[in-house]
């Protein structure tokens, strides 16, 4: 590590990923703000036995049985007793919360906030989310119970990971994410990305644009070395999104131009026990995500999910004659080198993304609809520069590439089937429209969180009213 | 007819003191003209009807330009809705309508709320605000409501805005209502349909769209200070299509993710794509106007392969209301081959 | 228009034109109105939408109050943005979603009226990213400047200034005032309805706060297309 930072004042989940298998987030409420201080006090200490220490980003030779961290919203703030002049200094969106930036995000009609189930329906009561990682129940609920006893616990989502890493819409996750100059991350060797500066994800250091410097919420000590996150709750909806691969998949079989998308003589290396039908839905499904379903990106690999040649899940780029659509939901959300119109912001909105799934399992030869999806954790140093700018501009509307501007990402987009629209790239540069798909990805709660320093919860903890 | 009740409640509702069984309840004064619809070279990438399709022979047309009040006495001069319905004379004596008015938003989302706005909005006696009640309005910032004409008796804008104040849906079209005045001209206003249409293009995509006409002379007002000419409009346009040609634009605005389809009380920004999709060129006002207008019956639901009605309720109603009017004052039906209606 | 209701209609009628009344209207009325149904200046540029044609070709008119008037500081203000030609061009070209952006001084303000696609954070984040230079020489000599310089560490700042000094956009039909003055007193919009002769008083309070407005987004003569759509489809590339 580097002098940049002391990992030991930098919460855990920021920087890496625990690979745990379950995820606790509770939403907690400051009911009273003694006791919710003597609580941080104690976890920034990571003494007490009674209460759970958060979890540092240093490196650890034996990982322990549970994680803890801690995000504030900024009414959480408010109600630990933040002074005015310091709120003041966070930005606009963190101040506005989740709820207020519904029509920037996407989250209207059935994704807005007021269809948002308990506790999110009142987002100002939610002071705290506090994350919890295990492999092992037992240390979930035992640290509830802790947390329980300072906090009042307005609610509680879990989740977890599905087995080879999947989601579920059948696509194996978590393959691509930033990484950081000063930090060595073993997972990530094999990489050749751009590193992406720390300011990416840290407050007060270097941000990708030259000279340009996000401001430190005040005071410093409280500001610095936080990052900020965007947890959303986002309700996958697999049995509509295999339904619809069987509609596209029925229509492309008579397409005239249904060859160029694929060739007979290639629907194997798609998937051995497919059939036409069942290979044209893993293409659709393919080209909508910008990845095979089992992780092979499609740019590297357009004709087959299994290439007889190994390709790398993560160093490619895009080019205006990528096979890979402009419109892919990996694409639109990391352009990476790929032209973009905005050619100042090749790689200035990259995020950390964290996520694991809730609800039962699915089981896609026996369709059902019940609710799940994901508890995601979006995070970097500015919403407006990061998140909000990827949600608005890119993931949802399209601006990065004139063919696909005015249309929404395929997979997480806000689309209504009456203009929903994504084009299937032909191996001869033509395309096949698709139309008709509805939203899969609704929006079920959520709230900006600031992940504070180390050396901030201590502040947090000994201010006095 | 899946409501005839409220079909038959809708247009007695329309029907007004001054007004005639034997004639349209609404639209009731009118003048027909023909001409011809040229299609612009873009249209058939929008919409495979027969209409937009380039032809060696332009397609002729019947246009019946209307005041929107229900009196059989004329009263172009006062400030009225006007209507421009449009029928395309397709190949194998088929036909298909488009039907509008300057309004470019309508005063309920249903049937159901049209024909309460419709009974609160009948008109009744004038009702003269006094000059202390106009001072009193001066004083809240307000302006106050017009004076009657020469002449006028009753009027439909109190029992509207009474309504409006009410019932948010009714206030654009109440509004602009209120505002509209009389054009020097038929062909000096511009006329919207409306309702939502999904029209089909040759790759099969559907787009939601609102049409219009935009007067290529441009849209001209009288002066709303002037006392109200009562008859000029039918002689200005005898006039003018003795003399030469008025053209209208048909303009098509594609409606997109967010955008209530469903509803012709919401109207869409000005912003949205808008496609140029031909150019209506009248030349002749025929002399028979018994037939060439008032027996014909027009109805939105006239389309063609290619151009489908959406699900708007209101959309929907008029096509029994329009079939109901027409039968009742001896109308030529209108056939309904080659639609899904 | 009116028929002859008698002399008293007549003259009632013609009181919002009389020298008199107008008078009362300015120093009494309105004064009045004001001062019993106060309206918060709303905010300016474009409304956040989610509609597609609503995030393209979005107008931007930033206003900035000259800290000195006279033909000196106005030379100034001139100078450092005529210096400064070849950033702002360079700038506009990468940032990639500017149909057109253009400076104007009038009266006592440094105008900037720009057509451009996308949200606008981001359009001022980018620019400022590219050419924030120029907003730096800018800063010195307009009102309330000295504390966004340099603009490139003052990003969130600098956006919430824009904002500040970018005009209204009054809604593109009247009644929608209505819903937008609604919406930024946190009352949902219609509920109760609005009484419709309350429009006129509810412009005339709102002008008394925002004195300076874009009168709706204007005509556009191929909406709903972005920048890079128009030159791509022109061939003149992206």
């Not at chain 1, 691969?245 to 003589?265: F, N, R, S, Y």
């Not at chain 2, 104040?165 to 511009?190: C, E, F, M, N, T």
């Not at chain 2, 027009?298 to 009605?309: A, C, E, Q, S, Y």
């Not at chain 3, 005339?204 to 407005?213: A, K, M």
């Amino acid at each position: 590590m580097n002098a940049a930072f002391n990992p030991e004042e930098l919460q855990g989940n920021i920087l890496r990923g625990y690979r745990s298998n379950m995820v606790r987030h509770l939403m907690l409420e400051v009911s009273d703000r003694a006791k919710a201080r003597q609580f941080l006090a104690a976890s920034a200490d990571g003494t007490s036995s009674e209460i759970p220490a958060i979890t540092r980003s240093a490196n650890w030779k034996e990982k322990p049985k549970l994680c803890f961290n801690i995000g504030v919203t900024f009414e959480g703030l408010r109600a630990l007793g933040t002074a005015s002049r310091d709120l003041d200094s966070f930005p606009l969106e963190y101040a506005e919360g989740m709820a207020k930036r519904a029509v920037k995000l996407g989250d209207f009609g059935e994704s807005a906030p007021e269809h948002w189930p308990a506790p999110f329906d009142q987002p100002d009561r939610i002071h705290i989310i506090a994350s919890l990682y295990s492999d092992e129940e037992q240390y979930l609920d035992q640290t509830e119970a802790q947390v329980a006893k300072a906090f009042t616990v307005l609610g509680v989502r879990n989740g977890r990971n599905l087995p080879d890493n999947k989601v579920f819409f059948g696509y194996v996750d978590s393959i691509s994410q930033p990484r950081f100059r000063h930090v060595f991350d073993p997972a990530q060797i094999k990489v050749d990305e751009p590193k992406d500066p720390l300011g990416t994800v840290l407050l007060g250091h270097p941000t990708h644009f030259e000279g340009m410097l996000f401001s430190i919420p005040q005071p410093d000590v409280l500001g610095r070395n936080g990052a900020f996150n965007a947890f959303r709750v986002l309700q996958q909806d697999a049995k509509g999104f295999e339904d619809y691969l069987d509609k596209a998949a029925t229509q492309l079989l008579d397409h005239p131009k249904g060859d160029l998308l694929l060739a007979p003589e290639d629907e194997k290396r798609v998937g051995k026990d497919l059939d036409r039908h069942g290979a044209l839905r893993e293409v659709v499904a393919a080209q909508m995500c910008g990845r095979w379903r089992n992780g092979v990106p499609y740019e590297l690999s357009p004709d087959a999910q299994y290439p007889e040649k190994e390709v790398s899940p993560t160093n490619y780029s895009y080019t205006r004659t990528s096979r890979c659509p402009a419109g892919a939901h990996m694409r639109r959300v990391n352009p990476r080198g790929g032209p973009i119109v905005q050619r100042v912001a090749n790689y200035s909105r990259r995020l950390v993304r964290r996520g694991m799934s809730y609800g039962p399992d699915f089981d896609p030869e026996n369709r059902d609809g019940a609710e799940r999806g994901l508890l995601g954790n979006f995070i970097g140093a500015n919403y407006g520069a990061q998140f909000e700018a990827v949600v608005c501009d890119w993931l949802n509307f399209g601006l990065q590439d004139p063919e696909i501007t005015g249309t929404n990402d395929p997979l997480l987009g806000a689309n209504v089937p009456e203009t929903s629209a994504f084009e299937l790239t032909l191996k001869d540069g033509g395309r096949i429209r698709l139309n008709g798909f509805p939203r899969f990805v609704k929006t079920r709660g959520g709230a900006y969180t600031f992940l504070p320093s180390l050396p901030a919860i201590r502040y947090l903890a000994q201010i006095s009213d | 007819m899946d409501d005839p009740k409220l079909v038959e409640d809708i247009v007695h509702a329309l029907d007004i003191e001054g007004g005639s069984a034997k004639r349209r309840p609404v639209h009731t004064i009118g003048i027909g003209a023909t001409g011809v619809f040229e299609p612009s070279p873009v249209a058939k990438d929008f919409c495979t009807a027969e209409h937009f399709q380039p032809t060696e022979k332009p397609l002729e047309v019947a246009v019946r330009f209307s005041n929107g009040m229900g009196l059989v006495k004329e009263h172009d001069g006062w400030s009225d809705v006007r209507g421009m319905a449009v029928r395309f004379k397709l190949s194998n004596d088929r036909a298909t309508d488009l039907i509008s008015m300057t309004l470019p938003v309508f005063f309920a989302p249903t049937p159901e709320t049209f024909l309460q706005f419709a009974t609160a909005a009948r008109p009744k006696e004038c009702n003269r605000e006094t000059p202390w009640q106009k001072i009193r309005d001066f004083l809240k910032l307000q302006i106050p409501m017009p004076d009657p004409y020469p002449g006028q008796e009753t009027r439909p804008n109190e029992g509207a805005t009474e309504f409006a104040d009410k019932h948010a849906y009714a206030q654009p079209a109440v509004l602009q209502a209120s505002v509209i005045g009389a054009p020097v001209s038929y062909v000096r206003a511009s006329y919207h349909a409306v309702h939502t249409f999904i029209v089909t293009d040759p790759d099969g995509t559907d787009r939601w769209v609102r049409f219009n006409w935009q007067p290529i002379a441009g849209v001209l007002n009288t002066n709303p200070l002037d006392p109200p000419v009562g008859v000029y409009l039918k002689e200005d346009l005898e006039k003018r299509l003795a003399h030469g040609i008025e053209r209208f634009s048909l303009m098509m605005t594609i409606g997109e993710t967010g955008d209530d389809f469903n509803d012709s009380t919401k109207q869409w920004p000005p912003h949205r794509k808008r496609v140029m999709m031909g150019l209506l060129t009248l030349n002749d006002v025929p002399k028979d106007q018994e037939a060439h207008a008032e027996k014909l019956s027009f109805n939105p639901w006239l389309l063609t392969d290619g151009i489908r009605p959406s699900e708007d309720p209101v959309l929907k109603i008029r096509k029994d209301v329009y079939e109901f009017s027409s039968n009742r004052r001896g109308g030529i039906p209108c056939p309904f081959s080659g639609t899904e209606g | 228009m009116s028929d002859d209701g008698g002399w008293l209609n007549n003259y009632v009628n013609s009181l919002p034109e009389r020298g008199w009344f107008k008078f009362l209207s300015k120093y009494v009325v309105v004064p009045y109105w004001v001062w019993r149904e106060p309206k918060p200046k709303l905010p300016g540029g474009p409304r956040p939408s989610s509609q597609p044609s609503d995030n393209v070709q979005r107008m931007m008119n930033l206003l900035m109050p000259l800290k000195d008037t006279s033909p000196i500081g106005r030379a100034k203000a001139v100078m450092a943005l005529a210096q400064n030609v070849d950033e702002i061009f360079a700038g506009l070209d990468n940032v990639g979603t500017v149909h057109s952006a253009r400076f104007l001084l009038v009266e006592d303000y440094i105008c900037m009226i720009s057509v451009y696609d996308g949200d606008f954070s981001n359009y001022i984040r980018d620019f400022i990213a590219t050419i924030g230079s120029v907003f730096d020489d800018l800063m010195h000599l307009v009102e309330g400047g000295e504390a966004l310089y340099p603009c490139e560490d003052h990003v969130e700042e600098f956006i919430d200034w824009v904002k500040a000094h970018d005009l209204f956009q009054a809604p593109d039909y009247a009644i929608n005032l209505l819903h937008v003055q609604d919406e930024a007193a946190g009352r949902s919009p219609d509920a109760p309805p609005h009484e419709l002769l309350s429009l006129p008083r509810e412009l005339i309070l709102q002008l008394h706060s925002n004195r300076n407005i874009s009168l709706g987004g204007g005509y556009r003569g191929y909406p709903g297309y972005s920048a890079a759509q128009v030159r791509d489809k022109l061939g003149v590339g992206w």
